[in-house]
């Protein structure tokens, strides 16, 4: 059976991901601070990113795909202890998979992250140095030597699932409000690159969307 950790699994898109896994019959080590309770499937673990070994221990032996849907929260933060999650905490759970021999690494990123556009400096100004975080573990991820699949989402919604949006070659876009995907379909895309052997692998991807805002 296909094992898979998810990293940031407590709420938002990682908790989509691990309850779609679940429920099709996959076992997920589902990975965050403070982690919801034990069910058919799902082993919680308790980690922060920031702590190298935590993060070792909890991808333990056997991982096939680790999934990386960590978020920072909070105003005011400093730009260091952003960057120590965003950039060091997913770089620490790239480094564990590798050494517990996970197959492929499923990165969560931002599109149009190349350029500027009034939501990268709004989202600057709330979280110092985001946008540069955000192209710093891409390209630290793509170094790494783990096959990986990044996946740029726009704006993120907690809409139902509705099938509208694919997973295009990525292209130099502006950051804008009005593409959006829902969570859910956000995890139901990310799970089928996943599932679909190499063809997503190596490369970064766009989430298009069919729908409109
Ligand atoms: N929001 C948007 O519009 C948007 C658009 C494009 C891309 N994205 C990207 O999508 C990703 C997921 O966003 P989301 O809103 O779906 O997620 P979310 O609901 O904010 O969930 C974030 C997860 O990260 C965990 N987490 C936070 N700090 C952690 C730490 N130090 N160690 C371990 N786990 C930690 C949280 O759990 P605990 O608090 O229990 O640790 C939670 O499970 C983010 O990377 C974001 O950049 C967001």
Redesign the pocket.
């Known amino acids: 059976m296909t094992r898979y950790a998810v990293?940031?699994?407590?709420?938002?898109?990682?908790?989509?991901i691990t309850q779609l896994l679940s429920a099709r019959g996959d076992h997920v080590i589902a990975?965050?601070?403070?982690?919801a309770a034990a069910r058919d499937n799902v082993t919680p673990v308790a980690?922060?990113?920031?702590d190298a070994a935590s993060l070792e221990k909890a991808l333990g032996d056997g991982i096939d795909t680790v999934f990386?849907?960590?978020?920072?929260?909070g105003f005011r933060k400093p730009r260091a202890d952003i960057h120590s999650?965003?950039v060091r905490?997913c770089i620490n759970a790239m480094e564990a998979a590798i050494k517990n021999g996970a197959r492929r690494f499923v990165l969560?990123?931002?599109?149009g992250a190349e350029d500027s556009s009034w939501i990268w400096w709004l989202l600057n100004a709330v979280k110092p140095g985001m946008q540069e975080n955000?192209l710093e573990r891409e390209g630290a991820l793509k170094q790494s030597g783990i096959p990986y699949i990044i996946v740029?989402?726009?704006?993120?919604?907690d809409a139902k699932l509705t099938h509208g949006s694919s997973l295009k070659p990525s292209s130099r876009q502006r950051l804008g409000m009005k593409p959006?995907i829902s969570?859910q379909e956000?995890a139901y895309l990310m799970v089928h690159a996943a599932d679909a052997g190499t063809f997503y692998e190596g490369a970064t991807w766009d989430v298009a969307s069919e729908r409109k805002a």
């Open positions: 990293v940031g699994a407590s709420s938002g898109t990682g908790e989509a990975i965050s601070r403070r982690p980690a922060d990113v920031q990386f849907t960590v978020d920072t929260h999650v965003m905490g969560l990123s931002v599109i955000v740029r989402a726009p704006r993120l919604d959006h969570r956000l």
